[in-house]
């Protein structure tokens, strides 16, 4: 789930729905993911506070509910930055790794995030796998 605006996430996943191991049982898990740039820094106070509250105020959750546990984790860098080099880079990385057996796909080991989604980056397992098998093609990661 977005959540352009006044909340402090952007984004909201349902863990639980994914699988019945993501809680336990009879719970469910919600994540919770923030951006924080240094155009938009963390708000100040308890971050853990501030999501709850936002989850309040945005019906995620009730007064009555209650949270069992909570785990925060912040990654230094969420996704790739395409970079008008990004193209010429790929053109001379990509042929180096997979002359060593490494072939790097998905959203972050192909660095072409307008086709890494989910399906995508599914495919490009399947189709790469394929290619090296010598069955196929790869048509959604191709370093033009």
Not at 6 to 24: D, E, Q
Not at 62 to 85: D, F, L, M, Q
Not at 118 to 139: A, K, P, S, Y
Request: proline share 6%; hydrophobic share 35%; aromatic share 14%.
């Amino acid at each position: 789930m977005y959540f352009p605006g006044s909340s402090v996430y952007y984004r909201v996943t349902m863990l639980s729905n994914y699988s019945s191991h993501n809680a336990p049982s009879g719970c469910w898990s919600l994540m919770a993911e923030i951006c924080e740039t240094a155009c938009r820094p963390l708000p100040p106070g308890d971050l853990f506070e501030r999501v709850v509250g936002d989850f309040l105020r945005d019906e995620l959750i009730t007064a009555k509910t209650e949270i069992v546990t909570h785990w925060r984790y912040r990654a230094e860098y969420g996704y790739p930055t395409p970079s008008v080099g990004r193209d010429d880079a790929l053109r001379q990385i990509i042929p180096e790794f997979e002359a060593h057996g490494v072939y790097s796909r998905g959203r972050f080991g192909g660095w072409k995030y307008e086709v890494s989604n989910q399906d995508h980056c599914f495919m490009q397992g399947i189709e790469v796998v394929n290619r090296v098998l010598g069955i196929g093609e790869e048509t959604i990661y191709v370093v033009r």
